[in-house]
C-alpha cells in the first residue's frame, strides 16, 4: 500500500474513534511509522486530509445514483440503497457526527456541500418525476411539496447517524434497517395504489414487527 | 439576580458561543466575578451544569404541549408553536450542536432523552388522534405509518439547527421560518381535503414566493 493510502487509512481510523480534537498529524504519522516532515509532504494538515475524507464519501455515495435505472425503481430498491448508504456513512462517521466542526472550519467542504445539496435536491427530483412517470407517486397535491419533501430527506440522511449514537445500545445492522425503514416510510403517504401495493407486499415478505419506536426504551417499558 | 442564576445565564452564554472545549469551571468563575470554590459550592462541575442547562430547555418546550388545545389544531397552529420552539432551542444551541457529546459525557442526560422521545412520541400520537377526530388529518393507510412519521418529525426537530449552521449565512427569523415550513410540510401528505383547504387558505395569506431549497445556493445560482 502507497504512504499516501497508508496515512489515509490511518487518519479515518482515529478519527472515527477518537474525534477531531484528539488527532493530529503526529498521531497519524506516529502510527503509519513515519515522520511528521514525511506526512505533510503528503497532506499539509488535518484538514486536507479531511477533505481528502469528505470527497471519497461523497463520491461513494454517488455511485448508487450513478447506478440509477428508471424500471428498478420501487419502494424495495430504495430501501435497499438506503442501507448501503448508511454503512458507507457509517465507515466515515467522523464526518457526519462532527459536520457543523468540519464546515466551521473547512469553507472548501462547506461550499461544496452547499452546491451537492442542490444537485442532490434536482436528482431527487427527477426520481420523483419518473416514479410519477411509472405511477408508482402521486402527482403533487400541492405546488412545492416534493422539493420541500426532499430537502426533509436530505436533512434527515445526514441527521440519522446522530441520532443512532443516542438512541442505539449496539450498532450495527439493526440500527441501518431502523432508520432505512423510517427513510422509505417517508415515500408511503405520497404512493399511488399501485406503488402501495408493491411497498405492502414487499413488507409483507420481510415480516417485520409492528413499528413501535426506538428500540432502546422499549426493552425498558 | 441569585448567585446560581448568575452561573446558569453565563454557563449558557459562554457554551453556545464557544463550545464544551474552552467552557471551565474557572471561565465561567471569573466572568461572574467569584472564585471557583465558591462556583463548585452551586455546582459540583461542567456536567451539571450543562444537566440543568438541559432540563430548562426541555421544560421551555414542553410549554408549548401543555398549552394544547384540540380545536385548535390546524396547520398555522403547528407552524407557529414550531417557530416559537426553534427559537427557544436556537437559545439553548449548544446543546442541540453537540447532543452526541453530551449524551456520552452524561447518561443523565442520555436516558432522560430517551424517555422524553418515547413520551412525545405519545403526545404526537394524541395529536394525530386528535386531528384524525376533527376531520382534518386521514386515516392511516398503512400500519405504523404514522408511528414512524412521528419518529422523522422528532429526528428532523433534533437536526434543524445544525443543518441550519451549514446552509444559512445569517441566523434569524427567515431561518426559522425555513424550517417550520419545512416540519409543517411533512403534514401535508396526510391531511383530508378539509385540512388542505385550511392550509392552501393558510399559505395563500402568507404570500411566500415559491419554494426552491436554501437560500444560500439560490444567490449563487
Redesign the interface.
Known sequence: MKTRDKIIREAKRQLNEQGF?RVSIRSIADAVGISPGNLTYHFKNVDTIVYELYMELVEALSASIQEFQPHKLSTQWFYEQTVKNYRVMWDYRFLL?D??TV??KNRQV?DH???L??MR?LQFRMFADQMIANGIMQEE?????Y???I??TI??S???L??A???FDEFGDRMFHFYA??MV??L???LTEKG?EE??GWKASKNDP?????P??LGK?
Open positions: 480534537d457526527l459536520f457543523v464546515t466551521r462547506k456541500f452547499r452546491q445539496v442542490a435536491q397535491r400541492v405546488a412545492g411539496l422539493d420541500r419533501f430537502i426533509q436533512i434527515f445526514d441527521a440519522w446522530s441520532d449514537l443516542v438512541h425503514d423510517l416510510s417517508g408511503v403517504p405520497f402501495l411497498y405492502r409492528p413499528f413501535r419506536g426506538y432502546s426504551i417499558m
